[in-house]
């Protein structure tokens, strides 16, 4: 799909599902039409007495990262939904963001944000911090109304 300055319009769909799960996305994504997709191993946290009393905090989760074009994702989302069933507790969750706003490629402009449009179910707070400080920002999303998060251990490059 190209938009008004003939560039392709691109999304990232992001699936955060239970550890084991991440096959299954990348599966049916690819049954949709898309190429295929990059797994990442993660943790995710639990909220509740019980879970904490149990000591399960700590959830093994796996991240799907695919890019799609934006006439497909809706396909693949629907796709996604039907055979994980999101709208249910602990059965995941999925959400896209435009790649030309991550990678800045004048080749990968997005369109306008079209006003009428749905309203958004949720909202993704991605935080970078130092190792061992993620805590701490899963505790502040916590207090201020987030049901959890999920951390990503990672490296960083640049000039130091």
């Known amino acids: 799909m190209k938009n008004d ?15 084991g799960k991440g096959s299954k996305v990348s599966q049916t994504a690819k049954k949709c039409g898309l190429s295929g997709g990059t797994v990442i191993h993660a943790k995710g946290t639990a909220n509740g007495a ?17 890019v799609s074009d934006k006439k497909m994702t809706r396909s693949v989302l629907e796709r996604l939904d039907k055979k994980l069933d999101f709208k249910k507790p602990n059965h995941g969750i999925a959400f896209t963001t435009a790649v030309s ?5 004048a080749g990968c402009k997005a369109t306008e944000i079209e006003e009428g449009g749905e309203e958004a179910m949720h909202c993704a707070i991605m935080v970078v911090v130092e190792k061992g ?7 502040a999303a916590t207090e201020a109304g987030s049901s959890g998060g999920t951390v990503i251990n990672g490296r960083g490059s640049g000039i130091h």
């Open 5 to 19: 300055q003939g560039s392709f319009c691109f999304e990232l769909i992001c699936a955060i599902v239970s550890f």
């Open 133 to 139: 400080k993620a805590e701490k920002v899963i505790d």
């Open 50 to 66: 019980f879970a904490n009393f149990l000591g399960l905090t700590d959830i093994r989760r796996e991240i799907v990262l695919m």
């Open 101 to 105: 706003k991550v990678i800045g490629s």
